[in-house]
């Protein structure tokens, strides 16, 4: 077996391709002293897309790393992903703060732009080419990154996540934190939460990201209400509504729902699902338009 892993290992070293999850160290300002991950394929592409990826609470980058096959979409298509990380308030995204719930404010979002940024910079990335997408407090921290920073991020995938500030005005938001109202499925008008997005960006005018909001049925830790509440906010803000079901997308447990003409805004809740990052990489990669 160590000599068929070695010979393997000579083989990749043989064929230049070497490509493994690095940590960046100085990437930009850092108010919340996150860290950076970043996965770079060897054939990158001519401007390069980037897709940020984030962890769940008690996560971190390195094991999200292995949580998706995005490493594999990312070799064979030429992306290159960042995993951010965050050792702060045990392993979950501040999604609450005042500050990453306002552009330009601080807090772990801006962290996470900054991881962008410099990508950008390093790789000769395309800026209107960045995607983001994360499970549980990470699809929290998606629709929040997606709120604050609409000129940033292209699209972006939730999965058992919550609404951008949902948890606005709690102390915290991990599972352990006294105020659980935002995980047990708050609810407002599709008017108020579109205008939490709105206010966390005050003048702001061009586009917004397009999402995609999956959730199961069965999950008990954060409500699949809140799926329902992320998918009014978002329809408010990109001004589509509802307009049909279809059954069996992207496997029988699901039922996809359909915003418009399903280019901006797509909801998908799994029968029998509980807390679970139900990633369908083909289908969230086609969403974001770096496949076919």
Request: aromatic share 10%; charged share 10%.
């Amino acid at each position: 077996m160590l000599l068929k892993s070695l010979a393997t290992f000579a083989a990749l070293a043989a064929s230049g391709l070497c490509a493994s999850l690095q940590q960046v160290s100085n990437f930009g300002t850092n108010p919340t002293r996150i860290q950076m991950y970043i996965y770079v394929p060897d054939r990158l592409a001519t401007k390069p897309a980037i897709i940020v990826a984030l962890h769940p609470c008690g996560g971190t980058g390195q094991q999200w790393f292995s949580g998706t096959r995005l490493p594999s979409y990312a070799d064979s298509n030429g992306f290159i992903l960042i995993y951010p990380s965050t050792p702060n308030m045990s392993n979950c995204w501040d999604v609450h703060s005042p500050a990453s719930l306002t552009h330009g404010a601080g807090g772990d979002a801006l962290g996470i732009v900054n991881m962008v940024n410099y990508t950008i910079e390093r790789y000769g990335a395309d800026r209107a080419r960045v995607y983001v997408m994360g499970f549980s407090s990470g699809g929290m921290m998606t629709n929040v990154l997606a709120g604050s920073y609409p000129d940033v991020f292209e699209a972006g995938a939730a999965y058992s996540g919550t609404p951008h500030a949902c948890f606005a005005g709690a102390q915290g938001a991990t599972p352990f934190a006294p105020n659980q109202t935002c995980a047990q499925g708050l609810q407002h008008t599709p008017q108020e939460w579109g205008n939490f997005v709105r206010n966390s960006y005050p003048g702001y005018t061009g586009r917004r990201p397009r999402m995609q909001i999956s959730h199961g049925l069965a999950d008990t830790l954060v409500r699949p209400q809140c799926a329902v509440e992320a998918l009014k906010q978002w329809s408010n803000v990109l001004g589509v509504e509802f307009t049909r079901n279809v059954t069996g997308v992207p496997s029988a447990q699901f039922t996809q729902q359909i915003y418009g003409d399903g280019t901006k805004l797509q909801g998908f809740f799994g029968q029998g699902v509980g807390h679970a990052p139900t990633v369908n990489e083909q289908q969230m990669l086609r969403f974001f338009g770096l496949i076919n």
